[in-house]
């Protein structure tokens, strides 16, 4: 159970509380379908999830979702999986993006920032007449409802206006970040074989050209499906032999066409992050993200026209489809290009300053990371428009909360702070933001609406105030359709519902509190299991890494053929730290003393460094398989991993164990 927080860390005044989107649609909603008019979001979250078709029917109404051909009921079958939403409905994600141009033609859509942290705008008038352009130019190129069309770019406009063309003709978007190298991009693309390449010649990172035109060259040799290679000249370099100019594609002033697909027909493929076999391709549909983005942009994260939305992330992370979709609620959406600590450890909170952002996202790794460098944003930054941050990725620690509470509270005002939690199963959040509920120390404000999210213990009997699986026990519209190339369904079925058949179990540990509020302890996947305890390694991380001599740790258990148990920390110091008793006995004592007795390591080991998944994540399972005695090909798939080279020091570790 995790610790009671007597005192909320933040409260919103009852103007803001009176003035949120979430707000008045409970007021429409309570009016037009029945919902409570009385007892707030606890009551309002109880109805979305007993009147599930109703609160969805709400939903679409309260953002005027424009059916090409409305559907016979909101909800057909209701399994899980093979839940069928809107059958019948036909609809475009693309069209709903690009709806604000008609009014507000000549405002920013898009907010672009390089490492010169200068703000260059797209106007919502410019960004649709370039998706009409492109759209075209795909289907001039053959490109049909359908056929996928795959982005090898950074987060810049251009990627942007390939995502909504290929919406706008019913393809199916995919798209890997430029640092990917070839392996890990044709692990991914190979799979969904797409007909069209859009791909930068470089990108520029930490004050540095990095050129990709060597990987660009592999990609087309390994990929015979594509009909076409589409050079964006970020760099500034010609065209290679047979790829088309974007600019030739964009140039036209050419109204969008928008096919109006089926309610389920695919938008775009996202990939887990493979560290152990080829990522999973999960196919997510056009009319699932567009309501489930709908309710989370614009209820949960309270955006709509005026507002400015950053999140940093790049084109290989999901949380880059969910920044773009801040288009469907009207607001300008910030795009950032460039490391997240370039030219100093404040560049994110110097970005959201220059473009004044209402909404700042970021990781819950870049928080700890400025509360260690002795960032102070709300002192050296303007940030007076930003109205809310925001972390997912991991867990954000009670310490980074009161760290983001106490450094804006320096400037005068305190921060509305959403750690939020979801994956990239759903591209969306299980629970995190509430613009209307009290914020308390290291917990995310409640479930989200529509879905029916509890903490299970293994015989599937619901958990309050105690540590279980995360599971949701209703369909989301955004969960996948399917996965590319699992035929009959059974890889789907085996990643989420093997172990509660028919109901969602995510793969987390978490705590939901007797006040309704969530604690998320780590992937359950990675499980510690001290004398028949089950523990979450956030919590452990959270501890550690607090002292100042702590960079980063890593901690897995590993079950021994003679039946024992091995809990080894490994702990990347920071520049100067030495490992010595003093330090040893502090880490120990610091997590016996906030944890348990249960908690303390075997061993701590120093390491170079932490392995991560090139979206950021501390990568357990393979360590563990590692330390079991697997061969690192077997044990990891390479081209999903941040630094290769650090895994040797886990294997020869293992092998000098014996």
Not at 308 to 320: A, I, L, P, Q, V
Not at 443 to 460: F, H, I, K, V
Not at 595 to 621: C, Y
Request: net charge negative; aromatic share 8%; proline share 8%.
């Amino acid at each position: 159970m995790p610790t009671v927080n007597p005192q909320p860390l933040w409260q919103p005044d009852p103007q803001r509380i009176a003035q949120a989107r979430i707000t008045k649609f409970q007021s429409w909603a309570a009016e037009h379908h029945g919902a409570p008019a009385e007892g707030g979001y606890a009551a309002l979250h109880r109805w979305s999830v007993d009147r599930l078709d109703t609160f969805w029917k709400a939903v679409t109404e309260w953002f005027d979702v424009r059916f090409a051909t409305p559907g016979t009921r909101v909800l057909g079958d209701r399994s899980m999986p093979g839940a069928q939403w809107f059958p019948g409905a036909t609809l475009n994600y693309a069209e709903h993006a690009l709806r604000a141009a008609a009014t507000r033609a000549d405002e920013p859509a898009l907010l672009c920032v390089d490492e010169t942290h200068e703000p260059r705008p797209v106007t919502w008038a410019e960004l649709r007449r370039q998706v009409g352009s492109l759209a075209a130019g795909l289907r001039a190129l053959g490109v049909r409802p359908g056929d996928r069309v795959s982005g090898y770019l950074p987060n810049i406009p251009e990627a942007v206006v390939a995502l909504l063309a290929t919406a706008a003709v019913g393809g199916v978007w995919t798209s890997c970040a430029p640092d990917f190298g070839a392996r890990s991009v044709l692990d991914r693309f190979q799979q969904v074989e797409p007909v069209v390449l859009v791909t930068v010649d470089g990108y520029r990172y930490g004050g540095r050209e990095h050129d990709r035109r060597e990987t660009v060259a592999e990609l087309r040799r390994a990929l015979p499906t594509l009909r076409a290679v589409v050079h964006v000249p970020l760099l500034g370099t010609e065209a290679p032999e047979g790829a088309l100019e974007w600019s030739s594609l964009t140039s036209s002033d050419t109204d969008p066409v928008f096919e109006q697909v089926p309610f389920d027909h695919p938008l775009w493929v996202l990939y887990s992050s493979g560290t152990t076999g080829l990522p999973k391709a999960i196919v997510q549909s056009q009319g699932g993200i567009l309501v489930e983005h709908l309710k989370q942009l614009g209820l949960h994260c309270d955006l709509g026209p005026g507002d400015r939305f950053f999140w940093y992330t790049s084109t290989g992370w999901m949380m880059w489809n969910f920044l773009v979709s801040g288009l469907l609620t009207g607001t300008t959406v910030v795009l950032y290009d460039g490391s997240p600590g370039h030219p100093d450890t404040g560049a994110q909170w110097r970005v959201a300053e220059r473009t004044g952002a209402t909404f700042f996202g970021t990781s819950a790794a870049y928080v700890m990371a400025c509360r260690k460098a002795g960032v102070h944003p709300g002192r050296d930054h303007d940030l007076s428009a930003v109205r809310c941050v925001a972390t997912t990725g991991s867990p954000l620690p009670p310490d980074g909360f009161r760290w983001l509470h106490d450094e804006f509270a320096k400037s005068g005002a305190s921060r509305w702070i959403a750690s939020v939690s979801g994956g990239t199963d759903v591209c969306s959040c299980f629970a995190g933001a509430v613009p209307t509920l009290p914020v308390y120390t290291g917990e995310l404000q409640a479930p989200c609406l529509g879905t029916d999210l509890q903490s299970w213990d293994p015989s599937g009997r619901p958990l309050v105030d105690e540590v279980g699986e995360l599971v949701v026990t209703n369909p989301m519209p955004s969960m996948p359709i399917r996965f590319w190339n699992d035929p009959d369904g059974s890889r789907y079925r085996d990643s989420y519902f093997a172990t509660y058949p028919g109901v969602w179990r995510h793969g987390d540990w978490i705590t939901v509190t007797s006040r309704g509020s969530v604690v998320v302890h780590g992937r359950s996947d990675s499980t510690l299991n001290r004398q028949g305890v089950r523990m979450g390694s956030a919590d452990i991380y959270e501890a550690v890494e607090r002292l100042p001599e702590i960079r980063e740790s890593l901690v897995v258990g590993v079950e021994q053929p003679d039946g024992g148990y091995w809990m080894p920390l490994f702990v990347h110091l920071a520049p100067g730290a030495t490992l010595d008793d003093a330090l040893l006995d502090r880490i120990k004592r610091t997590i016996r003393e906030q944890l348990s007795p249960r908690h303390v390591p075997d061993e701590v080991i120093e390491v170079p460094g932490v392995p991560h998944t090139l979206t950021g994540k501390r990568i357990e399972v393979p360590v563990k398989r590692l330390l079991q005695g697997t061969p690192v090909e077997k044990a990891v798939n390479p081209g999903s991993i941040d630094d290769l080279g650090l895994l040797r020091f886990y294997a020869e570790l293992a092998r000098r164990r014996g």
